[in-house]
């Protein structure tokens, strides 16, 4: 980074993207947030075989992806849990991010954050942080029920979960899933505590694909949080494998 250039911590980036998100989880058009990676074209239907499992498990935010092609290799863009955050912000409801870390699943319920990295006190994406150290066992959870997979956690006001929960629903009804808790009024949720007057949201990171990936050793290049893309140039996992 040049010298001039001035930090821009994650939640400025992350805000910033929520308030593009054009998407209508009703009419399934308009633009969301995506994680992008890069993989070797000779690596991609391995890439995407793994991907096909995570989104079947409910480890993921959406089966909807696009494939580009960039100077021999792959670039895959997959829907970030964000975008959830920019619907519900979109539907009138002043959400919060709070943070992204590693969640603990025994018998295939999430139980607690086990580390967690503020939003607002970093440069860089927790969940690449994350990512890169290799603490995830993605797979582990989904051959055993025991492991620790990606999330992160939202914040909105108490007075409106009645909201949240009709919107959720719609996303739900178009296969954007990916809620892991939507907390009670000042309770904690998976351990971590929320402001007063407040709900939590916990939600399954998007790039769960990626770590699970990286854990069957497949070597890729990934951004989380990296832009907008319309669903309209997006395609059902099934329809590319």
Same mark, same amino acid.
């Given at each position: ?22 998407? $209508? ?29 995570? /989104? ?22 997959? &829907? ?44 860089? $994406? ?29 914040? &909105? ?16 009804? &178009? ?21 007063? $007057? ?26 989380? /949080?990296? $832009? ?14």
């Amino acid at each position: 980074m040049k010298s001039s250039e001035p930090l821009v911590f994650t939640l400025s980036r992350i805000e910033n993207l929520m308030h593009q998100v054009s998407f $209508d989880p009703v009419e399934m058009n308009g633009k969301i947030i995506t994680n992008t990676s890069l993989v070797e074209k000779e690596r991609l239907n391995e890439t995407l075989a793994v991907f096909y499992d995570i /989104i079947q498990s409910g480890l993921s935010v959406s089966p909807l992806i696009m494939l580009e092609e960039e100077k021999g290799l792959i670039k895959i863009k997959t &829907a970030c849990s964000l975008t959830i955050s920019g619907v519900l912000l979109k539907s009138g409801i002043p959400v919060r991010p709070k943070g992204g870390g590693l969640i603990e699943v025994v018998e295939r319920e999430p139980t607690r954050f086990t580390d967690m990295l503020m939003y607002w006190a970093t440069t860089i $994406d927790p969940i690449d942080v994350l990512t890169s150290q290799e603490l995830t066992d993605i797979t582990g959870m989904m051959r055993t029920g025991n492991g620790r997979i990606l999330g992160n956690l939202q914040e &909105a006001p108490m007075l409106a979960r009645e909201r949240i929960e009709e919107v959720l629903d719609q996303l739900t009804a &178009a296969e954007f899933t990916g809620v892991l808790e939507l907390g009670e009024p000042n309770m904690n949720v998976l351990g971590v505590s929320v402001e007063r $007057d407040h709900v939590g949201i916990a939600l399954v990171g998007g790039t769960n694909l990626v770590a699970a990936a990286q854990e069957c050793g497949i070597k890729l290049k990934h951004e989380s /949080i990296s $832009d907008l893309t319309d669903v309209a140039e997006m395609k059902h996992i099934e329809e590319l494998i």
